[in-house]
C-alpha cells in the first residue's frame, strides 16, 4: 500500500467517480485500497471538496458522487488555459498532426497540464519538456487547425 500526494490521490478518486457509481466515501476509501492506495474517510472526504463533487441522482434512482465539469469556485477551461497560455505561450508551431508550443524554462508543463484538462476532443494528449510542449492531435483533425486555435487563445 502507497501514501499518494494530494494530486496523485485526487486523480485516482476524479478517475474512480468517472468509471462507476460511488455512493459513499467509505466505499470510496475501499476502492482506493484496492488500487494500494492509502486513504481515509477524513482525507477522502477533503478530496471531495476540493474537486467540487457532488451527490447526485443516477439513472435507476440512487445516489452517487460526481465531478460537475465546472465547479463554480474554478474558472471554466477555456478561460484558465486562455490565461495560462497568454502568459506563457511564445510561439505555436506545427506539422503533420503535431502542434509544438514554446514556453519560457520551466513553464512547459503548466501549459501541458492545462491543455490535459481542458479537454479538447482533438487533442490525443501532451508531453512536456522544460520550455517545449508537444500536444499530439486527432489525425482527422491535425495540427494546423489546433495550432490555429491555440494560437487564438494565446494572442498569437
Not at 481542458?118 to 490525443?124: K, P, Q, S, T
Not at 519538456?129 to 494572442?155: F, I, K, M, N
Request: net charge negative; proline share 5%; aromatic share 2%.
Amino acid at each position: 500500500m502507497a501514501t499518494l500526494g494530494k494530486p496523485q490521490r485526487q486523480h485516482r478518486i476524479a478517475r474512480l467517480l468517472e468509471e462507476q457509481p460511488v455512493s459513499s466515501q467509505v466505499q470510496l476509501v475501499e476502492l482506493l485500497a484496492a488500487e494500494g492506495v492509502v486513504a481515509t474517510q477524513a482525507t477522502v472526504s477533503r478530496d471531495l471538496e476540493e474537486l467540487g463533487a457532488l451527490k447526485v441522482r443516477i439513472p435507476g434512482g440512487s445516489m452517487a458522487y460526481a465531478i460537475p465539469e465546472h465547479s463554480k469556485d474554478r474558472p471554466a477551461p477555456d478561460d484558465h488555459l486562455r490565461r495560462l497560455m497568454g502568459e506563457f505561450v511564445v510561439e505555436v508551431a506545427h506539422s503533420a498532426n503535431l502542434v509544438v508550443l514554446r514556453t519560457p524554462p520551466g513553464s512547459a508543463h503548466v501549459i501541458g497540464s492545462a491543455i490535459d484538462r481542458a479537454g479538447f476532443v482533438e487533442v490525443l494528449g501532451t508531453v512536456a519538456g522544460d520550455d517545449t510542449l508537444v500536444v499530439v492531435c486527432a489525425e482527422h483533425v491535425g495540427g494546423a487547425e489546433v495550432a490555429g486555435r491555440l494560437a487564438a487563445l494565446s494572442g498569437l
